[in-house]
């Protein structure tokens, strides 16, 4: 990138599942600074020495002091969002709950004489788990941001939105849409393997509803635990990556398999070993813990451990109290005013 620097190219861990749990790579990447260019002579500074405009607004926009009463609007803005996250997702398989049921064969391919690529294309698609096929539309909208902060004019309104930083120069939805932003290569094909290949055993469980509910809500809670760190201990790093709401998903594939063996992906290869899922979740909490008392700035563990706290806590209450007893509650009114006058 042109005006990001000493960016963390290493995730934090690699794990592999030997039999039921798939590869995991995980990473929620602090963004170290934003500083303007510099000749490659750092003792001969001139006054004709310009540095890029972008940049300069960029190093201002994230390197404000920290204002604790900022974090109001977060704690605001995550407790309305992540019940509004749910409710949309409850009606959205609703709608399309009731597609299905008024046209059953909507789906189903026109026949014809001739089919082309594109047709072909299409059956292809169309054979994929509806799940699946939200993966792979969150991976692609992580990809395309990914590119869009390759464009230096982009520079201010990305950072504005797609970094999680609680300043005033950033808005609050950046808690949200950091889940989907990378600025490193490594980065976003670190996660996103990780994304596509533990997606597999919660697709058949949570559905593509339930999933991009959770996906979103953990991700804000990352971001909301990320804030309130940088405030309280005055380290003001922004930060961004979707490993606050991979992490959400993990926590709960974790706790459904328990006894699954898993190892660290690569490193078995040289040196065999295994772990259960349930030591991995706990090892990924220790770790957050640790870095978190200690400072580490290598990664932002304080947005880790939101997510997988998000991820624990929905396992053992929010399925139960959100997605069965509130949605039905939902829906039925939903209902009501959907048919009302028909």
């Not at 939101?306 to 007893?325: D, R, S, T």
């Given at each position: 990138m042109t005006v990001l620097s000493r960016m963390s190219l290493f995730s934090q861990v690699f794990i592999r599942n030997s039999s039921r749990i798939p590869k995991l790579c995980i990473q929620r990447q602090p963004v170290r600074s934003f500083r303007t260019k510099r000749g490659k002579d750092t003792k001969v500074e001139t006054e004709t020495t310009k540095p890029d405009p972008y940049e300069v607004e960029l190093y201002e926009a994230t390197s404000q002091p920290r204002d604790p009463g900022i974090l109001g609007k977060y704690v605001t803005y995550t407790a309305v969002a992540i019940p509004a996250f749910f409710t949309g997702c409850a009606i959205w398989q609703y709608e399309t709950v009731r597609k299905v049921v008024k046209n059953p064969h909507s789906h189903m391919r026109k026949q014809g004489k001739q089919y082309g690529i594109r047709d072909q294309l299409n059956e292809i698609w169309n054979q994929i788990p509806p799940a699946r096929k939200l993966v792979v539309e969150i991976v692609a909208a992580n990809v395309a941001i990914f590119m869009l902060w390759k464009v230096p004019r982009l520079y201010p309104v990305m950072s504005r939105y797609f970094l999680c930083m609680p300043t005033r120069a950033h808005s609050v939805l950046a808690s949200t849409l950091s889940a989907f932003s990378h600025t490193a290569g490594f980065h976003v094909f670190a996660n996103m393997y990780v994304l596509w290949s533990f997606s597999a055993p919660l697709c058949s469980t949570l559905g593509k509803e339930q999933f991009l509910a959770v996906y979103l809500a953990g991700g804000t809670a990352a971001g909301l635990t990320s804030s309130v760190y940088r405030v309280m201990s005055g380290k003001m790093i922004p930060s961004l990556g979707a490993s606050g709401a991979i992490l959400s998903l993990i926590a709960i594939v974790c706790l459904q398999f328990p006894d699954a063996r898993?190892?660290?992906?690569?490193?078995?290869?040289?040196?065999?070993?295994?772990?259960?899922?349930?030591?991995?979740?706990?090892?990924?909490?220790?770790?957050?813990?640790?870095?978190?008392?200690?400072?580490?700035?290598?990664?932002?563990?304080?947005?880790?451990?939101?997510?997988?706290?998000?991820?624990?806590?929905?396992?053992?209450?929010?399925?139960?109290?959100?997605?069965?007893?509130?949605?039905?509650?939902?829906?039925?009114?939903?209902?009501?005013?959907r048919n009302k006058g028909k």
């Open positions: 898993i190892s660290i992906a690569f490193v078995d290869q040289i040196i065999p070993h295994s772990f259960s899922a349930k030591s991995a979740i706990i090892g990924l909490i220790i770790l957050d813990c640790v870095g978190i008392a200690r400072g580490w700035r290598f990664l932002d563990h304080a947005g880790h451990l939101g997510g997988v706290l998000f991820g624990l806590f929905y396992h053992k209450y929010g399925k139960h109290l959100i997605w069965e007893n509130y949605k039905h509650a939902l829906l039925k009114k939903y209902h009501s005013f």
